[in-house]
């Protein structure tokens, strides 16, 4: 696809905003939000120029009309088994809709010994009455009213706002299993909006959780069992307006509850981007990048949250957190931004930020590189990271995992290219005795202009070759960034047939990549045999993520938990495990996912005790009364 | 749960097959072509020797210590460099299949003549091979000959097993042929002492932690660093665990397969040699041309060998818990560093868990509960003046009841089914001294064979060292409350903790298992507050009190000799001697009863442990009382009284 761009030189913004509109979203019909008459009346936007209409709006304020409410991402997306026991991916909005899989349903049998005869279906629809009845602060609901700000105690809207994506999360929902859900949710319109919910919630001392995504995988959504409190989710999705592009200083002042995917495509049609794109961007928000330390696929050209944000504001129970002015950099003691990112919605809800925006890329290339091995695959990022010369993105994907990506390949409808296919391995394997069972692949994306493009990935594959590496396609590169956007549907055909599994995340030194690679699949591998899985499991890796002294490991984990009693106890001793083994190892407890309440247990070794000390006090000052009682972090 | 890490009887071992037998059947010639194809670490493909030499020069480890050192001394690194490849290729292997086959034709033969039998347990080869596999392997046999470890590499060979790569000491350079010979067939070799020589340090641990780590090959070497002169275990020497170790804690590898080796020896072919050796008699230095004197071992029957590879203990498993990995998170992990408290003392712990590990599979012969019964039958009759030795009846009567003993206890005996087919009629004792000319060369000439005679009895020690401890305890404590007991037995404990292999801080442990096998015996009776020994129980008790007569004797003596005779100036090196002189004396006197505490190792023993303990210290080389303290009065007095009491 990205190649097609090589047509057009000197090619005019709109056409390169089409196909990014494609690349990323290209799916996007917006339904009609039916309720946007209510709030129209509320929050003017302080600057009407670049003031977004409603009209693109994705995320709708009941988000189970377009979106699964027990699974991953849009209802009408979706993998499943034809008639004909073929894979088969549903919907029109990506790519890989409506195509066929052939290779899917042998991979799923030959990884899991998975067999389509033995489903584990999901319980089909929400039973309202096993929903927990909500407990309503009474007097905070009244004074709620008065302000106009739409909110809700559907039992619905109530679950969708219970949970993130974490493996347990989602089996619970799949066995229609509830445990404390928020007891309303409230949908602010705008930062004003905000300080009225949270000054009321201070009043009346009820529990907030900011809700943005809702694509957390740290357990941060969970509502603690242990809150008497009335629990109100904070939806930030009706804040999603661009308020101004400030095209001489390059930055753009968005409204934090704006998802990735409407974030880039509006300043798409502005010819602007912010490159920020983590693999949830169809659905994580800006606050929530803020609110965790996000991390994008491109960090490379535009760098990671920190490096994007440039103003935050914050509603806290204290007041609003902001700083005067929008100096590039600052040395006024330490960086308040950064009590923000990472709070993780301990300390306040962020309403507003001011982020850097680039002028959209001339040209876009895929690419991919095959490796003899993954050790030398790692060699050669290295390298590129020593150079500083990476490209936008560079990931490098293990053998299982680059065995996954083969089976993921859609029917190829012409004979012409399965024939090119097959010469391609044959070149590989026969021709250049890579071992099937060994080799690893690289894939790449650069971005720029056209000619330093070419000029820069020639550099790369350069580099590539002293290390035993071969170009092996736009086509293999593509795809295996498409894998990143289906992989989390894919969880959900897993959990039709008795396979559940997640990924997992860490940054670490470059001396001790292979290391951890090695150590923490061969943990898993063990802790799911001592565990009795009857199985053997998936244990696979990708770097994902270079930098100039590490790189950001993701593993991939799942497996067969036929014969197995509690399954998703199972999967949490191991998933613990391969925690402990990664920290063992010179792991750090997160590169982006977060800490949530999953990873709370190791925050006292990470970061010593006077940092827990450091972080407390800065909760006690901000939120005496635990106002934000999600208690994620600490 | 617990009863069952108490009871040794509970333990499952794996059934022998003699490996001899096929060679006796079938050419040696052809055995020794056959088509060698060892399973490798996840199918690695064997390193040669050169390759394995250059990853280690090039290694950031030796890279560090090279500039290093260059700094400090302000040589050019080059220089040093050359002095790291100089110490390489003096340690190096060079493991070539050639010098495998031509061992294994000549050893082939050479066992023949010499053993009646080479049993294996074939299921530890199989786990063994399982294990190669998995994770890098290190073997950890038991050492009591020479022979330990071309043995090893025989065996391994036969069963098509990769062949180890053995660390070495140095002495065998000295056999200039013998000691090419041996580098061929996989030995590398390490000098003995190099205390400061932080170059020589690096470039020995990177060799071995690079073979290690990428699985190239078992690494083969003796905890207990020497052979025991004596049968018993050594404590074991930490410095090469440590650094086998230390691929796994800096998580280099995923896990690391410790397998402990036991060797037994129906009749070790140094025997003789140990026991001059201790009496002060210095050991031959290692040459080729003595190897050939010594050939006339060739015509005597040495009995069987057991060899029973051990359950392979992970690493990791054993680390679990006990050392938190993320010290190495804060520091590049090629800079050598001392290790830390808490990694000494796991290595430690380890080291004496594989010592024990290596005992419990020691395979005993009759020989050692004979030997047993007839020294102390010796004792007695020393004491009372008599030379009388034992009658056959008795001792086959005795035998059966100690047998009885050794299998509640949980000893691995190997007893065959018709007993004592090569006992002369009459009486046995052990044997008598040719006519000589001064009593002193006749005591040592009975010491030999006495000596000798304990190096058999000391094969099955570690059986009832614990409840043996506990009857000496019972013996000595003021009474028979139950905390009087422990600390007698927890003070006798930790003066012999040189001695024989006591784990670090497992007294309670100890105790326990002591007690547990004294009350399944029926030999005790524990009550809330106290222990007694039944009606029964007081042979058993009385046999395993006199079991550790002998060593309590021997820690008396140098005690008193230093109370007594110690000059101000005695060297370390003049202690031996002059102890010795000291005990001759006492011995000829008739005021000592045991011969045995001629022992050089015993006298050793006890002056390391009365350092360790602060009763006599060590200043300039020089040994001395420790300045009169309380402490170490009291240490010398409970010494000398604890052993006249029993």
């Known amino acids: ?634 | 749960d617990k009863i069952r890490a108490l009871d040794p009887m509970l333990k499952k071992r794996d059934d022998f097959e003699d490996m001899l037998e096929e060679r006796r059947n079938s050419s040696d010639l052809r055995y020794a072509l056959r088509c060698y194809t060892p399973v490798l670490y996840k199918g690695l493909a064997p390193c040669k020797a050169s390759m394995l030499k250059s990853m280690v020069l090039q290694s950031d480890q030796l890279h560090h210590v090279i500039g290093q050192v260059s700094r400090e001394t302000g040589r050019a690194a080059d220089d040093v460099q050359e002095e790291a490849s100089a110490i390489l290729e003096e340690m190096a292997h060079c493991l070539q299949l050639s010098t495998v086959r031509f061992f294994a034709f000549t050893l082939s033969k050479v066992f023949k003549t010499l053993f009646r039998s080479i049993c294996v347990n074939e299921e530890g080869i199989q786990r063994l091979q399982q294990a190669i596999q998995e994770h890098p392997v290190v073997l950890l046999p038991s050492h009591r000959s020479y022979m330990d470890f071309l043995l090893m590499s025989y065996i391994l060979y036969t069963y098509d097993i990769a062949l180890p790569v053995i660390a070495a000491g140095m002495d065998f350079m000295g056999m200039k042929f013998v000691g090419e010979m041996l580098r061929m067939s996989g030995a590398f070799f390490i000098r003995r002492s190099f205390g400061g020589d932080k170059l020589y340090w690096s470039v020995f641990s990177e060799y071995v932690k690079t073979m290690l780590k990428n699985g190239f090959a078992p690494v083969e070497f003796f905890l207990e660093g020497t052979r025991s002169r004596t049968s018993k275990s050594l404590t074991p020497k930490l410095g090469l665990l440590n650094i086998v170790m230390d691929p796994y804690l800096k998580g280099e590898v995923y896990d690391i397969n410790v397998v402990p080796v036991s060797i037994s020896y129906e009749r070790i072919l140094e025997e003789a040699l140990y026991a001059r050796e201790m009496l002060g008699v210095p050991k031959p230095k290692e040459s080729t041309s003595g190897l050939f004197k010594a050939r006339k071992v060739l015509s005597e029957d040495y009995g069987s060998i057991h060899v029973y590879f051990g359950q392979p203990v992970s690493v990791r498993s054993l680390a679990q818990g006990r050392v938190n990995r993320c010290q190495f998170n804060l520091v590049p992990r090629h800079i050598p560093r001392r290790p830390s408290e808490e990694i000494q003392s796991f290595v430690n712990d380890s080291a004496y868990r594989l010592v024990r590990a290596q005992e419990e599979n020691m395979v005993l012969k009759p020989w050692v509960l004979l030997a047993s019964l007839l020294l102390q039958n010796h004792h007695q009759d020393q004491t009372a003046g008599q030379k009388r030795g034992m009658v056959l009846e008795e001792l086959t009567a005795q035998a059966v009841w100690l047998r009885d003993m050794f299998r509640e206890y949980g000893a691995f005996l190997h007893w065959p089914v018709v007993l004592l087919d090569i006992c002369v009629g009459g009486q046995v004792k052990p044997g008598e001294p040719h006519s000589t000319v001064t009593p002193e060369e006749e005591l040592l000439s009975q010491a030999v064979i006495v000596l000798s005679c304990a190096s058999y009895r000391n094969q099955g020690l570690h059986v009832f060292l614990r409840p043996a401890l506990l009857a000496s305890a019972i013996n000595a404590a003021s009474s028979n409350l139950k905390q009087e007991v422990f600390n007698s037995f927890s003070f006798l404990r930790n003066m012999f903790s040189n001695e024989f292999i006591l784990c670090p801080g497992a007294t309670v442990q100890d105790f326990e298992e002591a007690c547990y096998l004294l009350v399944k015996t029926g030999a005790l009776q524990v009550t809330q507050q106290e222990l007694l020994v039944t009606e029964r129980g007081q042979r058993t008790v009385a046999f395993l009190t006199s079991m550790l007569d002998p060593f309590l004797q021997g820690y008396q003596v140098v005690c008193r000799f230093l109370c007594e005779e110690a000059t101000e100036n005695l060297t370390e090196k003049q202690f031996v001697p002059a102890v010795r002189k000291f005990i001759i004396k006492h011995l000829l006197a008739g005021r000592l009863r045991y011969t045995e505490v001629l022992s050089s190792d015993l006298q050793k023993n006890s002056l390391a442990a009365l350092l360790r303990l602060g009763a006599v210290q060590k200043i300039k080389g020089r040994i001395k009382l420790s300045k009169v303290t309380y402490s170490s009065v009291f240490l010398l007095r409970t010494c000398v009284n604890l052993t006249y009491n029993c």
Not at chain 1, 176 to 196: I, Q
Not at chain 1, 582 to 590: D, E, F, M, T
Not at chain 1, 592 to 617: C, I
């Open chain 1, 1 to 634: 696809m990205a190649s097609n761009s090589s047509g057009g030189g000197s090619s005019d913004r709109q056409r390169i905003a089409q196909q990014r509109l494609r690349i990323i979203a290209g799916h996007l019909q917006g339904p009609v939000d039916g309720d946007s008459a209510i709030l129209a009346a509320e929050c003017k936007a302080q600057g009407s120029k670049t003031d977004v209409c409603r009209e693109g709006k994705t995320v709708p304020r009941r988000r189970q009309e377009i979106m699964k409410w027990n699974g991953w991402g849009y209802s009408d997306s979706k993998f499943l088994f034809n008639k004909k026991g073929q894979a088969e991916f549903t919907g029109k909005r990506y790519r890989l809709s409506g195509m066929i899989i052939p290779g899917l349903k042998d991979w799923m049998e030959g990884t899991f010994g998975a067999n389509l005869q033995h489903k584990t279906p999901a319980t089909p629809l929400l039973t309202s009455s096993a929903v927990q009845p909500a407990t309503l602060n009474k007097a905070f609901l009244e004074e709620l009213k008065s302000t106009g700000i739409p909110f809700s105690h559907d039992a619905e809207d109530r679950v969708f706002r219970a949970h993130g994506h974490c493996l347990h999360e989602i089996f619970a929902l799949r066995e229609g299993k509830f445990g404390r859900v928020p007891d309303m949710v409230v949908w602010p319109n705008c930062h004003n909006d905000v300080v009225k919910i949270v000054e009321l919630a201070c009043k009346h001392n009820v529990c907030v959780i900011p809700y943005g995504g809702g694509t957390s995988v740290s357990s941060a959504l969970e509502c603690p069992p242990e809150e008497t409190r009335s629990i109100v989710s904070l939806d930030t999705s009706q804040m999603n307006r661009i308020l101004w592009i400030d095209e001489k200083n390059l930055t753009a002042h968005v409204e934090a509850g704006i998802v990735g995917q409407d974030l880039e495509r509006l300043l798409n049609e502005s010819g602007y981007c912010t490159g920020h794109e983590p693999d949830s961007m169809e659905f994580s928000s800006l606050g929530g990048w803020v609110a965790t330390r996000a991390s994008g696929m491109k960090k490379n050209i535009y760098g990671n949250i920190e490096d994007l944000v440039i103003h935050i504001r914050m509603v806290t129970p204290r007041g609003v957190i902001e700083k005067s002015c929008q100096g590039p950099r600052m040395s006024t003691g330490p960086d308040i931004h950064h009590f923000i990112m990472g709070s993780e919605g301990t300390l306040g809800v962020v309403t507003e930020v001011t982020m850097k925006i680039r002028p959209m890329p001339e040209y876009q290339k895929y690419g991919s590189v095959v490796f003899p091995n993954f050790e030398q695959g790692v060699a050669c990022l290295r390298e590129v990271a020593k150079q500083r010369c990476a490209p936008a993105s560079i990931r490098l994907m293990d053998n299982e995992q680059f065995k996954f990506g083969h089976a993921l390949k859609p029917q190829v409808s012409s004979i012409f290219t399965s024939f090119l296919d097959g010469l391609k391995t044959f070149y590989i394997t026969k021709f250049k005795g890579f071992d099937p069972n060994r080799l690893c692949v690289a894939t790449l994306l650069f971005e720029g202009d056209r000619e330093k493009v070419l000029q820069h990935e020639k550099q790369v594959y350069d580099i590539a070759a002293k290390f035993g590496g071969l170009a092996a396609g736009e086509d293999n590169g593509q795809r295996g960034y498409m894998l990143t956007f289906v992989i989390a549907y894919l969880r959900d055909l897993g959990m039709d047939y008795y396979v559940i599994g997640e990924s997992f995340e860490t940054s670490v030194p470059w001396d001790r990549v292979l290391d951890i690679c090695r150590n923490v699949k061969a943990r898993i591998i063990q802790e799911c045999k001592d565990k009795g899985v009857q199985f053997p499991p998936l244990s696979t890796c990708r770097v994902t993520q270079t930098y100039d002294t590490g790189a950001c490991v993701y593993f991939y984990f799942a497996f067969n938990y036929r014969g197995l009693s509690d399954p998703v106890h199972v999967y949490e001793q191991v998933e613990h495990a391969a925690r402990e083994e990664i920290l063992a190892n010179g792991g750090s407890l997160s590169h982006h996912h977060g800490v949530g309440k999953l990873r709370k247990e190791w925050m006292r070794d990470t970061v010593s005790n006077v940092g827990v000390g450091m972080l407390k006090s800065v909760k006690d000052y901000v939120d005496p009364d635990n106002i934000f009682g999600n208690r994620n972090l600490l």
